[in-house]
């Protein structure tokens, strides 16, 4: 059951614009959400993660935003750097139930 | 140690044969996850340990596939009777809580022919 969704499997922006990365979910239950990063041959690593008191979580270029009544985070890197390039994964967590992640954006970052 | 640590890092097994892979968390983690990312998709939750309590189990594709955690530690994927859609990257996390995120391992890439 694909309780965590991101629809978009690729995005490509420019070095210094704005990427946004889109997740959205369909399990009420869930009360924490977090970003991963991925690259090729590596297991994920955490990126930022939201609770659901809060709609928005800032860490350097790196914001979160929850919206709780649409279901739905985003993830907002900017300026984006050649370097963020790597698939994003969107994951969500119940209290006493295991995390699940959306299917995963990847993400070029162009010079 | 520093990080979760998986074995093998890589495993070519016969179909119809079992094969275990392993899990070390990081020493302290009480919460123990086990996922598999097939080519091209996405992270497949597998099974979920969280202390003493009875691990969430929901996501084991089928009763070929169990996993056990001794001591609250080290954790085994057994999958038995291994088939050609079986081949993926296993992957473990970790974490001490759910706050800051799980810590993953590299992962065991499994190839079933």
């Known amino acids: 059951d694909q309780q965590v969704k991101q629809n978009s499997p690729s995005l490509s922006v420019q070095e210094g614009r704005i990427s946004i990365l889109n997740c959205d979910y369909t399990?009420?239950?869930?009360?924490?959400f977090l970003w991963y990063k991925k690259y090729p041959a590596e297991g994920p690593t955490f990126l930022i993660s939201?609770?659901?008191?809060?709609d928005k979580n800032e860490d350097g270029r790196f914001t979160v935003f929850l919206n709780k009544s649409a279901k739905h985070l985003s993830l907002h890197i900017v300026p984006s750097q050649p370097g963020d390039s790597a698939v994003y994964f969107c994951a969500a967590s119940a209290m006493g139930n295991g995390m699940r992640f959306g299917a995963g954006t990847r993400l070029t970052v162009k010079p | 140690g520093a990080g979760v640590s998986q074995s093998p890092s890589n495993k070519v097994t016969e179909k119809g044969k079992d094969v275990e892979l392993r899990c070390d968390p990081i020493?302290?983690?009480?919460?123990l996850y086990w996922y598999r990312q097939s080519l091209g998709q996405g992270l497949e939750f597998l099974i979920y340990?969280?202390?003493?309590?009875?691990?969430?189990k929901s996501g084991l594709p089928s009763d070929r596939f169990s996993a056990e955690r001794t001591g609250g530690s080290v954790s085994t994927l057994t999958i038995q009777r291994t088939q050609q859609e079986d081949s993926a990257v296993y992957l473990c996390?970790?974490?001490?809580?759910?706050?800051?995120?799980?810590?993953f391992g590299s992962g065991t890439r499994l190839t079933v022919v």
């Open positions: 996390a970790s974490s001490f809580d759910r706050g800051g995120g799980y810590t």
């Open positions: 939201i609770s659901s008191i809060k």
């Open positions: 020493s302290g983690h009480t919460a």
């Open positions: 399990n009420s239950m869930f009360d924490y």
């Open positions: 340990f969280q202390g003493n309590s009875a691990p969430d």
